[in-house]
């Protein structure tokens, strides 16, 4: 997994009005815990960009103050209305200790039901894993090459290799819906299907008499 470097600056004042100071300078108040004492401390807003707004998981590189030490992003907090980052909790990693995070999903190959021209509908964008820091994947990759209508590809069905998948193993991960105008024309050729069957029935009733 990539592993991204934020540099920090440790925090004397934890009170409101400073971490309303922070925000307003393009920085984030944040708070490492997970290691022998919790760590306050802000980083620029700048920084978080790539480690947020990407369709990977990443591990991350804190520098604070030249005290360095290996996490993952546990929580963050947005304001509702600007999405400026208002808080980021990070959790600290060590090597023989099984962690969790919520990797993205990524769906691979193509559906044949997409091909008949069904809407490929992605139900499960991450999933919660549980593993050695080692073993974290960045992404799962979901083959949808065999999804077909009225099936589903479901959390069973990823194989999990070196790490533990917790969601509930018949969650749906992908699902392929038939569209309205292709709902219709099944309908219309089954119920052509029904009057063709009703009409020979008749034929060999007629016939039999």
């Keep these: 997994m990539k592993t991204i470097e934020i540099i920090g ?3 004397a004042n ?3 009005s400073e971490a309303k100071k922070l ?14 004492k919790q760590v306050h401390f802000y980083a620029p807003m700048i920084l978080f960009r790539e480690l947020i707004y990407t369709q990977d998981a990443h591990f991350v590189n804190l520098n604070i103050e030249g005290e ?12 509702p209305v600007s999405e400026i980052i208002l808080h980021a909790d990070f959790l600290q990693l060590f090597e023989s200790k099984k962690i969790k995070m919520d990797v993205p999903v990524k769906l691979v190959g193509q559906s044949p039901a997409v091909i008949e021209g069904g809407v490929l509908i992605h139900k499960r964008r991450k999933l919660t894993v549980l593993s050695l820091p080692k073993n974290m ?12 209508f009225h099936h589903s590809v479901k959390v069973q069905d990823v194989d999990a290799g ?4 917790l969601d ?12 309205r105008a292709l709902k219709a024309a099944e309908a219309e050729e089954a119920a052509e299907a029904a009057e063709a069957a009703a009409e020979g029935e008749e034929a060999t009733e007629e016939t039999a008499e």
């Excluded at 925000?23 to 022998?36: F, H, K, M, T």
């Excluded at 994947?137 to 077909?148: A, F, T």
């Excluded at 070196?162 to 998948?165: F, P, T």
Aim: charged share 25%; hydrophobic share 40%; aromatic share 8%.
């Design 9 to 11: 600056y440790k925090r």
């Design 14 to 16: 934890l009170g409101k």
């Design 23 to 36: 925000r307003s300078e393009a920085n984030v108040p944040c708070v490492l815990y997970g290691g022998d």
């Design 68 to 79: 360095e030490f290996k996490a993952i992003i546990q929580d963050v907090q947005f304001h």
């Design 137 to 148: 994947p960045s992404h799962i990759d979901v083959d949808i090459s065999k999804l077909v």
């Design 162 to 165: 070196d790490y533990e998948i």
């Design 168 to 179: 509930t193993k018949i969650a749906s991960i992908a699902v392929v819906e038939i569209p």
